[in-house]
């Protein structure tokens, strides 16, 4: 079972607005686009092997439904 935390996050409220529309879009609600945004983000900045703090663990497994835009 994931442990989940619950937290409180300030948008503006047109970044919200883009991003809810592109949650509908995809088929998702904001919650598991954001996750899915975040996942994807940490794992292309995991690739960056000279980040500070590079702790070299490896990338979460990605939550929901993969990315269907065309590569």
């Not at 292309?44 to 663990?57: F, I, L, Q, R, V």
């Amino acid at each position: 079972m994931m442990n989940e935390v619950r937290m409180t996050l300030r948008l503006p409220q047109d970044l919200r607005d883009r991003l809810s529309a592109h949650a509908k879009s995809e088929r998702r609600s904001l919650n598991s686009e954001l996750i899915y945004m975040l996942e994807v983000a940490l794992r292309t900045a995991g690739a960056d092997t000279e980040s500070p703090g590079d702790d070299s663990a490896p990338p979460a497994p990605l939550h929901g439904k993969p990315d269907s835009s065309p590569a």
